[in-house]
């Protein structure tokens, strides 16, 4: 009942959210992730419907939509790097990198895989490929967050909160989903409360972070060292290897 | 097992970074905020003469004399203290030296991230080592660090000129390089 009262609670939520967006014009800001959660409603209400008409077949529907949901969310996902680093060049370049080093290390893992006999893509079950679909989700956002965090790039509220509460429902999505593999039926419950009560704290953050347009602060941007990248490196450069060579003095007086 | 703690590690992961980055970033405009003011004193500005005297050993050979215990005591104290502080300085000065080089860096379209690994893998040793000379201030005192003392005050001038160069200045309408 409990469960019942989460999910009902999710789905109200959800309306709010995409009515404020409708409302707020945010709907053209973020179209991929107001998309996600249109899916979301009209897939959460079919499952309710499924669930109260055919209790039998809800578990496989159930995964078929959860899998498809995360497919999308990687298009939140690119929607979110695009918004944040759109203005910042050098920046989207460095996670682009990141981006292509955790590529680089799927691919390594599955050419290792069909190397040992797994198969090159060892999932079998949609539980297990949903699971690596919001590996692949933590990761970019992970690289995401640490450019963000170390180039100080501004996000404003509503792309924060988009971004956090996403976060917030993939990382609870991937422990849930690992955990729940590895114990099996005795994470059965915990999970059960747990997966819609992180959904209903995502959407309550995308409720207050989206209830209305927040300006994305202006970047200070200087077309000077923009021109000039090598001599910022080189000063940059210059500095600390000095630094370091007075610090090692220090250490032999 | 590994795959077990590997995954739920990386979720957890995810967790902080966004909890780190409210931190950083309190509000839309923190990001602005955090940015050094320019020609503003990352730390207290103490003279060369004054250094000098602070952490050389005519004061602490005078304190000495008088036979005081307690004196000596304190005295040790207070130059440990302003010792440590001034390794903050310094400190503080490399870190506005990182943070104007990424704030001018980020909007580069020329990036190169190599380059930048190597930068910040240069800031990390240099961190490294200002955590180390705080260490031998602990365990050594201020006093028996004289040498020191006057290599870290020629580091820390130092390390302000090149962050005066690389630190972006707002001019009208945008931002220039000092």
């Known amino acids: 009942m409990l469960s019942l009262g989460i999910w009902i609670l999710g789905l109200a939520l959800i309306g709010l959210v995409l009515a404020r967006a409708c409302a707020q014009r945010l709907v053209f800001a973020y179209p991929i992730f107001y998309m996600y959660l249109a899916f979301v409603l009209f897939t959460s209400l079919g499952l309710l419907f499924i669930y109260w008409t055919k209790h039998s077949e809800y578990s496989r529907y159930y995964w078929y939509v959860e899998f498809a949901g995360a497919a999308l969310g990687c298009g939140v996902v690119w929607e979110i790097y695009r918004h944040a680093l759109g203005r910042f060049p050098g920046a989207a370049r460095m996670a682009r990198n990141g981006l292509l080093f955790t590529l680089a290390l799927t691919v390594s893992k599955a050419i290792a895989n069909a190397s040992t006999g797994l198969g090159w893509w060892p999932t079998k079950t949609l539980v297990a490929l949903e699971r690596d679909l919001r590996t692949v989700q933590a990761a970019v956002l992970v690289g995401l967050a640490i450019v963000i965090a170390s180039y100080a790039i501004p996000l404003?509220?509503?792309?924060?909160?988009?971004?956090?509460?996403?976060?917030?429902?993939?990382?609870?999505?991937l422990v849930t989903?690992?955990?729940?593999?590895?114990?099996?039926?005795?994470?059965?419950?915990?999970?059960?409360?747990?997966?819609?009560?992180?959904?209903?704290?995502?959407?309550?953050?995308?409720?207050?972070?989206?209830?209305?347009?927040?300006?994305v602060p202006a970047p200070n941007v200087n077309s000077r060292i923009e021109q000039d990248y090598q001599t910022l490196v080189q000063v940059t450069t210059k500095g600390f290897l000095h630094a370091r060579t007075y610090l090692r003095k220090a250490f032999r007086p | 097992?590994?795959?077990?703690?590997?995954?739920t590690g990386l979720g957890l992961v995810l967790l902080v970074l966004m909890a780190v980055l409210r931190y950083r970033f309190k509000s839309s405009g923190a990001a602005q905020e955090s940015m050094p003011k320019p020609g503003v004193p990352l730390s207290v500005e103490i003279p060369q003469e004054l250094v000098e005297r602070l952490f050389g050993s005519d004061d602490w050979n005078f304190v000495r004399a008088q036979g005081s215990e307690q004196l000596s005591r304190l005295f040790l104290r207070e130059r440990r203290e302003l010792a440590l502080s001034w390794m903050r300085g310094v400190r503080e000065r490399a870190s506005g030296l990182m943070h104007s080089h990424r704030m001018a860096a980020r909007a580069s379209s020329d990036l190169k991230p190599l380059d930048e690994m190597r930068i910040t893998v240069y800031y990390l040793l240099f961190e490294l080592l200002c955590q180390s000379l705080v260490l031998a201030v602990w365990l050594r005192g201020p006093v028996a660090l004289t040498g020191l003392i006057e290599r870290i005050d020629g580091l820390s001038g130092q390390l302000a000129r090149v962050a005066g160069r690389a630190e972006p200045v707002v001019v009208d309408g945008g931002l220039n390089q000092t």
Do not use: D
């Open chain 2, 1 to 7: 097992m590994s795959e077990v703690v590997l995954l």
């Open chain 1, 177 to 215: 989903l690992t955990l729940s593999e590895h114990l099996g039926s005795a994470f059965y419950t915990t999970w059960r409360y747990l997966q819609p009560l992180a959904y209903v704290t995502a959407l309550s953050i995308w409720c207050a972070a989206l209830w209305s347009y927040g300006p």
């Open chain 1, 156 to 173: 404003g509220r509503n792309l924060w909160g988009l971004m956090a509460g996403y976060a917030l429902l993939i990382s609870t999505n």
